[in-house]
């Protein structure tokens, strides 16, 4: 029975073929604490025994309500039916392959009824594996102590939100069918709007099926979400120079630039993938060798009118490239040139050839839209990685040996493929200074070539 004496909070659960785990679910939510709730359970248009564990409750509570959808119709579209369907000041979603702790309502109700300026309030969660067994439990850093929030979205269930505060940004995006948690929480989260509670409130379950080991499909959606945060932001258009620094040969790889993959060579494609890009203004080529230069001096008059070419000092073979030194010099000669401020710097590597445009305008939109100093493009490691210390070698993400992704433990590999900056900012300060941000790709985007092995493997598997 719905009380009007206490605050009511909207709990919804979405099935799609998680029969096996519904039960539980559901049921963690008639053991809560706090007792005033209504409950919208919806059967995704499952070919499982959903319907079947639905139809067992629909005589136990007036306050359980069903839904089944005849087609598969996703999260952020349900999401918005029962947004507007609420009866409730609060709303949190809880996946049908999870369960609540007993208290976990109670505490979050707390905490948002004693602070009327938090919009959000979110806790800790247990991994689970498949058979509800506990396997480690996601402890978030203080959330207070974070440069940008922006940058650190928490889980998209079992976190709850004034229903009024959903209303007022629009809801849920239809558009994207995956990472509903980011683009909520791109629209709402600021410093004094949200509550990490640090106690464990729910159960996180892992299993082949779930949504979160689709890597391509949540990068894919995720980038889609800043790129419509974007428009609407309608801000001016920035003033961005791509830099491509070429070197020749290195010590035992030679003639690099013109090694080809496809029907292109890597030269052509990092120019390419920069001329391509919505957002960069002009491309800057700087190398010490004559031979680039030459066959770009050839082309500039066709395929690249874009070009500016700046000559650079002989250099040792097997010397690295200082990129700040780079940079500055490269848009000291541009902004004498061509008397125009810049805003941003695209550093881009001749030696990844599968990033493309897109991945550049995605790492503009996300420094636009998380107004931060720098976004790099990384992988996440999944591998158990270890460093030495005082006392021994220890593991860095020993989660990882469980498969489990802790937040404390992730691991952000920097993979050379787009290192994006404020030119103010790089100007005045180290590389990777300030607030920063980062570009997530998959494996198969960031593979660089920095050997013959590489070029040779990288050969072989286009040819499969």
Same mark, same amino acid.
């Given at each position: 029975?719905?009380? &009007?004496?206490?605050?009511?909070? *909207? ?10 785990? @519904? ?26 025994? *959903? ?5 067992? =409750?629909?005589?136990? #509570? ?20 029962? %947004?507007?369907?609420? @009866? ?58 974070? *440069? ?12 709850? $939100? ?32 949200? $509550? ?30 800043? &790129? ?24 035992? $790889?030679?003639?690099?630039?013109? +090694? ?5 060579? %890597? ?27 030459? =066959?770009?001096?050839? #082309? ?6 874009? %070009? $500016? ?18 940079? +500055? ?6 902004? &004498? ?15 990844? /050839? ?32 270890? #460093? ?9 993400? /020993? ?12 691991? @952000? ?41 590489? =070029?040779?493997?990288? &050969?072989? +598997? @286009?040819?499969?």
């Amino acid at each position: 029975m719905i009380s &009007k004496d206490k605050p009511l909070v *909207t709990i919804y659960i979405v099935s799609k073929n998680y029969g096996r785990f @519904l039960n539980q679910s559901i049921k963690s939510v008639l053991d809560q604490t706090y007792k005033n709730w209504e409950l919208f359970v919806v059967d995704d248009n499952s070919d499982d025994e *959903t319907a079947k564990i639905m139809n067992k =409750y629909k005589n136990y #509570k007036d306050n359980i309500k069903f839904i089944f959808n005849s087609k598969n119709i996703g999260l952020q579209r349900t999401a918005n039916t029962i %947004l507007s369907k609420s @009866l409730g000041k609060y709303f949190i979603r809880l996946d049908a392959d999870d369960w609540l702790e007993k208290n976990a309502i109670e505490l979050m109700i707390n905490i948002l009824e004693k602070k009327n300026n938090l919009e959000i309030v979110f806790g800790n969660y247990n991994f689970t594996n498949e058979y509800g067994e506990k396997i480690g439990t996601d402890k978030k850093y203080d959330y207070k102590e974070r *440069t940008n929030l922006k940058h650190f979205p928490v889980h998209g269930a079992c976190t709850m $939100f004034r229903v009024k505060t959903l209303k007022k940004v629009g809801g849920y995006n239809e558009k994207f069918k995956a990472q509903d948690g980011w683009e909520i929480w791109q629209k709402i989260a600021e410093k004094n709007k949200i $509550f990490h509670i640090k106690k464990t409130l729910f159960n996180y379950r892992q299993h082949n099926n779930s949504l979160s080991v689709n890597k391509s499909k949540i990068l894919k959606y995720r980038n889609l979400i800043f &790129k419509d945060l974007f428009k609407k932001l309608k801000k001016n258009k920035l003033n961005c120079l791509a830099i491509i620094p070429v070197k020749e040969n290195y010590s035992n $790889f030679f003639n690099v630039p013109f +090694l080809k993959i496809g029907k292109k060579n %890597l030269l052509d494609k990092a120019i390419g993938c920069a001329f391509n890009s919505n957002k960069v203004n002009k491309i800057a080529i700087t190398t010490s060798s004559k031979k680039v230069i030459n =066959y770009l001096n050839k #082309k500039k008059n066709k395929s690249h009118k874009n %070009l $500016f070419l700046v000559k650079r000092n002989e250099e040792k073979k097997n010397k690295y490239a200082d990129i700040r030194k780079i940079i +500055l010099d490269v848009s000291k000669r541009y902004e &004498k040139k061509y008397k125009k401020k810049i805003d941003l710097i695209v550093y881009l590597s001749i030696h990844a /050839p599968f990033r493309t445009s897109y991945h550049i305008d995605e790492a503009i939109n996300v420094l636009q839209v998380n107004n931060c100093d720098t976004v790099f493009s990384v992988n996440i490691e999944y591998d158990p990685i270890f #460093k030495f210390s005082k006392k021994g070698i220890n593991v860095l993400n /020993p989660g990882r040996f469980d498969e489990l992704n802790f937040e404390r433990e992730t691991l @952000l590999k920097y993979n050379g493929s787009i290192l994006l900056t404020k030119y103010r900012k790089i100007k005045k300060s180290k590389l990777f200074a300030g607030d920063l941000g980062y570009l997530e790709m998959t494996n198969e985007e960031s593979q660089q070539i920095k050997s013959y092995d590489d =070029y040779i493997r990288i &050969k072989n +598997l @286009l040819k499969k």
